[in-house]
């Protein structure tokens, strides 16, 4: 295979997806080789285009980052020459994804059952709020809504704080990720069977589905998870401590690691010390532990307590503020985790990889984002075989 094409080569995605969760999916498809082709509004196009940060000359930074290795095309799917369009896009996709709140696909005449209609083998990934069924299920869902309906903010922060949402948006992350695994797994399927799949995936269902342990304890004891800020309900010591310069994370999960970590205190009685003999033991105590480990801790520099306990065979790592993050040799440097591109209307910009690296193929960026309605002429003409002055024609009338 030739070292530029991706996992997904010959595989067509029609994109109508706006803002992030959806987006993400896409983008992910696309920088493993997949055609994925932006369907926008030609009036504005993907409300991302107009989300902050910007650079000098008004352009999203948002935008780029969600949607390069997409090619662009504009349809207003309002009106009733360019849903015909979309329909005979269809018959040349093998995915359609979208982001719409459920309900606005078949209102436009475009829901799944039209579309298995004109191409029985189309995969049809939908992500909302709530997914495509159930009370709920026709509310607006945003990432911030995701989180705290789906347990996360209950848990997140200090111990008497307030409900926190995650940094990042974890929902919208959490439901593209999944989209982008309910899309694969029906291409799969169709390869065996030649059957297409409608694929919904909720923002909600996504979180509720990644706090695991933390819903085990409630179906188990009975108990509600409170807010315990950086440690971890299963294991101690776990946790964020104070270093001299910063934080620094400290995972001694089990015995063998938390013996490692007095020895390198140069504590080892507290190996034996009863009130912190076994996990159960330490996680009971853990704040007596937290101030004799923080001691320790606070005497030295991130990178020294890091290369300490690495060096020994304990896990530990620096709570890496941004500026770090985007400078760290493993990181940046061996995974090429934020790799340069040149974008139209801004130039070189480093922009935040997709994490799958793979032996035989690349995923990886593969063009800029697109402007809007770039690719018109280009894919119209190809898959449709519109010629500049139908396409052209098709401007003027406000079609795309």
């Known amino acids: ?68 290795s997409k090619e662009g095309i504009t349809l207003n799917l309002k009106d009733p020459e360019a849903k015909k369009i979309f329909l005979e896009l269809v018959k040349h996709a093998d995915v359609v994804i979208e982001n719409y709140r459920p309900g606005t696909m078949e209102k436009l ?42 347990g996360l903010m209950s848990t997140t922060g200090w111990a008497g704080g307030d409900p926190t949402r995650s940094g990042t948006p974890m ?38 589905s990644a706090m695991e342990n933390i819903t085990m304890i409630y179906q188990t004891e009975g108990r509600v998870p409170r807010r315990i800020g950086n440690r971890y309900e299963s294991t101690y010591p776990y946790d964020s401590f104070n270093a001299s310069d910063g934080f620094v994370i400290i995972a001694a999960g089990n015995n063998k690691l938390y013996k490692i970590l007095c020895d390198v205190m140069g504590k080892p009685e507290l190996v034996d010390d009863p009130r912190f003999a076994e996990v159960r033991d330490r996680v009971k105590n853990h704040e ?69 690296k793979l032996t035989r193929t690349k995923s990886c960026t593969r063009k800029p984002a697109p402007l809007l309605g770039e690719d018109n002429l280009k894919i119209f003409g190809e898959m449709l075989g519109y010629d500049e002055a139908k396409v052209a024609e098709l401007k003027e009338k406000g079609v795309i």
């Open 288 to 356: 007596e532990l937290f101030e004799i480990v923080n001691e320790w801790t606070k005497q030295y520099k991130i990178d020294e307590i890091v290369k300490m306990l690495n060096d020994a065979g304990c896990p530990s790592s620096p709570v890496n503020t941004i500026d770090r993050l985007v400078k760290d040799p493993q990181i940046a440097g061996a995974r090429g985790m934020f790799p340069e591109i040149d974008q139209p209307g801004v130039g070189k910009m480093h922009i935040t990889a997709t994490p799958q």
């Open 109 to 150: 005449g475009l829901g799944y059952d039209v579309l298995k209609e004109v191409n029985p083998s189309i995969i049809y990934g939908a992500c909302s709020g709530f997914g495509h069924t159930g009370p709920y299920s026709k509310r607006a869902g945003y990432d911030i809504v995701a989180q705290a309906m789906g």
């Open 171 to 208: 929902g919208d992350v959490l439901g593209g990720l999944n989209l982008a695994i309910g899309v694969l797994a029906a291409l799969v399927n169709r390869e065996k069977t030649g059957k297409g799949e409608k694929v919904d995936i909720a923002l909600v269902d996504s979180v509720a």
């Open 1 to 68: 295979m030739d070292d530029n094409k991706g996992l997904l080569e010959g595989v067509t995605i029609l994109d109508l997806s706006r803002v992030l969760a959806a987006p993400y999916c896409g983008m992910i498809l696309a920088e493993m080789g997949a055609r994925v082709i932006k369907v926008e509004n030609p009036k504005g196009g993907d409300d991302s285009r107009n989300m902050g940060p910007f650079f000098p000359n008004g352009v999203s930074a948002y935008f780029i980052n969600m949607n390069r």
